[in-house]
């Protein structure tokens, strides 16, 4: 298995624009979940799915951001419009049992 | 409200010393504990893991000590080596399948 394949691997984008991060899990695996890190605060959990059904999403900081996962193989974390402070590196982790969490390699963000 | 406190936040250890990072948490439904360790450029790893039935877990030169009275939990990584210079992640869970991480520790260890 290839792991959790996430595209971008590096996005540089102006502020007000509209960015799209992209997730594929792996196959078999029914728990989804986005996080973002930065120096300051850490890793920060912004939403997860079970079996493609967004269970919290209390993490999302505002309504500029967005995740879907329209099936198994697929979600999408979208921030519009995009903001400097939004600059970080977002994970896409997924799991087939509790804790068994494996990480995509990350999608470096800036915001300028 | 960090759930989960993570010390120190960095660590300089000496190759052949051994690197202790500890956490400590409130939560008394948690019941997984998992390490995790992160490479420059690279997502976060599974390390080791333990569950509060037990007070230790050797993998390797890895060990998770568990303090279930304290709710303290630590990772030794004994003859450190300078591959193991990375950033070290504590987490923990209850019931949903949800991960909450320490803050993490930078490890360097030195030749």
């Known amino acids: 298995d290839a792991g959790v394949i996430q595209s971008p691997r590096h996005e540089v984008t102006e502020m007000g624009q509209e960015v799209t991060l992209r997730c594929k899990p792996i196959?078999?695996?029914?728990?989804l979940f986005w996080y973002r890190q930065t120096m300051m605060r850490g890793l920060e959990l912004l939403i997860y799915f079970n079996n493609n059904v967004p269970i919290d999403d209390s993490g999302m900081p505002e309504d500029r951001f967005s995740a879907k996962m329209p099936n198994a193989s697929f979600s999408t974390l979208k921030i519009q419009p995009s903001e400097p402070r939004d600059s970080a590196v977002y994970f896409c982790?997924?799991?087939?049992?509790?804790?068994?969490?494996?990480f995509g390699s990350g999608t470096r963000l800036t915001v300028v | 409200q960090q759930q989960v406190k993570q010390s120190p936040q960095s660590l300089i250890v000496q190759k052949g010393g051994i690197s202790i990072i500890n956490c400590a948490y409130e939560?008394?439904?948690?019941?997984?504990f998992p390490w995790y360790q992160q490479f420059p450029g690279k997502g976060p790893a599974l390390l080791i893991a333990i569950r509060p039935d037990v007070s230790e877990k050797k993998e390797g030169r890895f060990t998770i000590s568990f303090n279930k009275s304290a709710k303290q939990f630590s990772l030794h990584i004994m003859d450190s080596q300078p591959g193991d210079s990375a950033t070290y992640f504590c987490?923990?869970?209850?019931?949903?399948?949800?991960?909450?991480f320490g803050t993490g520790t930078r490890l360097t260890v030195i030749p």
């Open positions: 982790a997924s799991s087939l049992w509790r804790g068994g969490y494996t």
């Open positions: 196959s078999g695996h029914d728990y």
């Open positions: 987490a923990a869970s209850a019931g949903a399948n949800n991960l909450f």
């Open positions: 939560n008394t439904a948690f019941d997984y």
